[in-house]
């Protein structure tokens, strides 16, 4: 990426390029075609949640765009729950209360703002979901905050579930899965829309190795750590909080 990350786009801009594209995140089979096994990707982190952590009663959706991962994990857990959504977008947040209120007769609380700013009762959530949000996140000490925020916020026996873009430690490897990924784009809508997500991952996103969040998920605390898949430059991971 060539874009220093003080030029990063801004929350605000961020916000307002989501609060435009509603539609296309209200779809779980492609609401996030842009990402490399995103089906596959969110069915194994409210999988992985299931197997970890029962019983599941306080979940928070973070970036819950539509609110695609609430409705999956509901569909697996198979009984009601009490769910936050939160996210910048109230276009977003007020489609996500929607869908999941049809499924759902638990609680369901839409919290508008930026999760690094928002007051969230500590280990409050038993399961807490990050789908494509975490790559938004800066420099290390925002990565570090983030992190230890996740760790404060989830209750103990409980996970956090992440599926985001990721980047790699070695710039051959990077530049290896980069091409790999304009492939992809490009044979899922061309070179015009290939440019389109490169120009706006440039602008927008300051993602992580995998291995980089696995190691920050162990030093805020967690003990146990899962890589769940990895595809080119896509990730599906997590960690349970010891009781």
Not at 1 to 8: A, E, F
Not at 129 to 148: C, K, N, S, T, Y
């Amino acid at each position: 990426m060539s874009t220093p990350l003080d030029r990063k786009s801004s929350t605000d801009e961020i916000r307002a390029r989501f609060d435009s594209d509603v539609e296309r995140f209200s779809s779980l089979e492609t609401g996030q075609s842009a990402t490399i096994d995103a089906p596959l990707a969110m069915r194994l982190i409210t999988d992985a949640a299931v197997a970890c952590t029962q019983p599941i009663r306080r979940v928070l959706d973070l970036g819950c765009g539509a609110g695609n991962n609430a409705l999956m994990l509901r569909q697996a857990v198979g009984h009601d729950l009490d769910i936050d959504l939160l996210d910048l977008s109230e276009p977003m947040l007020q489609r996500a209360t929607e869908r999941v209120k049809q499924v759902n007769a638990g609680r369901v609380n839409a919290v508008s703002g930026d999760f690094r700013q928002v007051d969230l009762e500590a280990e409050s959530y038993d399961v807490v979901l990050a789908a494509a949000v975490l790559h938004h996140l800066r420099d290390d000490g925002d990565w570090l905050a983030a992190f230890e925020k996740l760790y404060a916020i989830v209750a103990p026996g409980g996970g956090v579930w992440i599926t985001d873009l990721v980047w790699h430690e070695t710039s051959a490897v990077q530049d290896m899965m980069w091409s790999r990924y304009a492939g992809y784009l490009d044979a899922l809508g061309g070179e015009s829309y290939r440019e389109h997500v490169f120009e706006y991952i440039d602008r927008e996103d300051s993602p992580r190795p995998v291995t980089y969040q696995l190691d920050l998920l162990r030093q805020v605390g967690f003990t146990r750590v899962e890589l769940l898949h990895k595809n080119v430059c896509f990730a599906a991971f997590g960690a349970v909080k010891d009781k």
